[in-house]
């Protein structure tokens, strides 16, 4: 596997760069306008679901939607309110089987949210729960662990935040507005 410290101690970044191409031109590009439109065209609340780093990617889009004037929220904050029919449910898990966001995808399901999943996972747990699956496929990196999974679905969120504030006609002085101004 190659190395993306070069022998200099300088990091390769082409390399990374590289990974994260190779991992993007293997995304449906359709699923991703599709999940997009899902989330414009919800009426309901938006929660997140994910563990980890692949949960805090999640996490930086459910605040920008926040920024963007929908209803949503990130399991784990204590605000995070009841959902059901009419609401949306979205899940990062590059595994598709992390035991906790299985069990929590399967109750959004008994009460009637729709889900949607971005993973690596095809067959996994989570993808025969989901009304939606975004897949990718999985990788050898030179990155430790799942980092260029993380790397990758923060990417992928922040291109649906563009698109989703360029085709939900949104302005960017009401973007600005639901920004925190306490930072």
Do not use: W
Not at 6 to 25: A, K, P, T, W, Y
């Amino acid at each position: 596997m190659p190395s993306y410290i070069r022998s200099n101690g300088e990091l390769n970044l082409e390399l990374i760069f590289n990974e994260l191409r190779d991992i993007n031109n293997s995304l449906d590009d359709a699923a991703a306008e599709r999940m997009s439109r899902e989330v414009i065209e919800c009426r309901g609340k938006i929660v997140g679901l994910g563990a980890g780093r692949m949960g805090y990617s999640l996490q930086a889009f459910v605040m920008r939607l926040s920024h963007l004037g929908y209803l949503a929220y990130m399991l784990g904050d204590t605000s995070v309110p009841r959902i059901g029919v009419g609401d949306l449910v979205l899940i990062n898990s590059s595994s598709g089987e992390t035991p906790s966001v299985c069990l929590l995808a399967e109750i959004a399901k008994k009460n009637g949210a729709k889900v949607i999943l971005l993973t690596s996972g095809r067959g996994s747990t989570l993808a025969k729960l989901a009304d939606e699956v975004i897949h990718y496929k999985k990788t050898q990196s030179a990155q430790l662990m799942k980092t260029l999974y993380e790397q990758f679905s923060y990417l992928f969120f922040d291109s649906c935040a563009s698109y989703i504030a360029m085709n939900g006609n949104l302005s960017i002085k009401e973007i600005e507005t639901n920004h925190s101004i306490l930072e």
